[in-house]
């Protein structure tokens, strides 16, 4: 897609709560431990020391998706468009009703020019959450970028439904509203 990205970012971080798959064992505790001292870091903008406890709670849960997650959130925050990649479909494989995974792939595929994988993905959230008034925005502007303007229309008018502040810009407008680190519920 062409044109500079519109920012829409969310007014509020989500932060992790709850516990991984392998709570009450040991290194579930540690895990759980580890992802909230990550997501603290995260909060605060200390990136590297997040990603270093998303790792420490890679190993000690070697399928959390919420680390995965914060992973490419971090990555894609950094312009490591291939790395950002990598992690949000990891936490897809960990659960692939995992939204926010889904929608901020979907922002990397569409910047990739990958209109059609990204529409796809943005009708994968909906599906999972039909009231994501940034998936059904994204969704139109992908949409007229390929030219179904009558489909573009009808998401651009659910997502200012949903939420008043989001008017369809110009024609010419791509999407990137980047979900926030995930959490655990």
Known sequence: MTGRLVALLLGTVMIACGSPSTSGTTSGIAA??????????HTAGKLD???????????????????????????????????????YRLAIEQDAQMG?????????????????????????????????????FNLGLILRALGQNAEAQQELATAQRLDAKLVAPSP??????????????
């Open 100 to 136: 926010s995974a889904l929608f901020n792939l979907a922002i990397l595929r569409a910047q990739a020019g990958a209109n059609q994988e990204a529409a796809d993905l943005y009708r994968r959230v909906i599906a999972i959450d039909p009231n994501y008034a940034a998936a059904h």
């Open 32 to 41: 759980d431990d580890a992802l909230s001292r990550g997501l603290q870091a």
């Open 49 to 87: 020391e997040a990603t270093t406890a998303y790792f420490e709670t890679l190993a000690k849960d070697p399928k959390n998706k919420f680390a995965f997650y914060n992973l490419g959130v971090i990555a894609q925050t950094q312009s490591r468009p291939v790395a950002a990649e990598s992690y």
């Open 172 to 185: 010419s407008a791509s999407p990137a509203r980047q979900a926030s680190p995930s959490p655990t519920r």
